[in-house]
């Protein structure tokens, strides 16, 4: 025997999940696991109608249906807006807890109202991270960070390095080669003069 059929929602709210599924009873069957959170799905099956011999009979027919794909989909999209519409009512518990009188809510919870509250207005507080890295050089790295920096400054690096034990002399830099091409003029006949005496 059936129990008391649950009522399905108006056709305009209906979700593309919900509405895709084949029979009214499954859309009942929805409705009624969501609006009793899950609890007793062969209730819930009952309630939308299906009719069972026994409890056995009802259990596994729930669980067939509670598992189908596109019946999860509906439950998902029903409990969403489910916790959707009960966002007016979780914020107004909060907002009575904070500004309750009674002795027996205590300050803590309070303080834990209060900090849910403001974290979810933007009056969150801050965190702040501090990042220390180190970069170790080696004898080398120093030494080239010191020559680049004397000859940004125009300094001959061997004043900055001294007699520290470098050597400084291998730091001279070998001198550039002046390599000028000799100009060779050509004669009024094209021909070019010289030439014969490099060859």
Known sequence: MPETQVALPDEGEWGPAFAALPSDRQRMFVVALVDQGGRNASRAYREAGYTAANENVARVGAHRL?????VQ??????????MGAAGLAATSFLVDVLNSDDPNVKVGTKLKA????M??????ETTE???TTE??????EKIDRIILTAEKLGIDPKTL???AGYNVAALEKPKAIDITPSVVNPNV??????LEDLL
């Open 119 to 124: 974290n979810r207005t933007g009056l969150h």
């Open 66 to 70: 509670s598992h189908d794909a596109a």
């Open 73 to 82: 989909a509906a439950i998902r999209e029903q409990s969403f807006k489910r």
């Open 161 to 163: 390095l001294g007699n």
């Open 129 to 131: 991270h501090v990042v």
């Open 135 to 140: 970069k170790k050089l080696n004898e080398q």
């Open 114 to 117: 209060a900090a849910m509250i």
């Open 189 to 194: 006949d094209g021909s070019v003069a010289g």
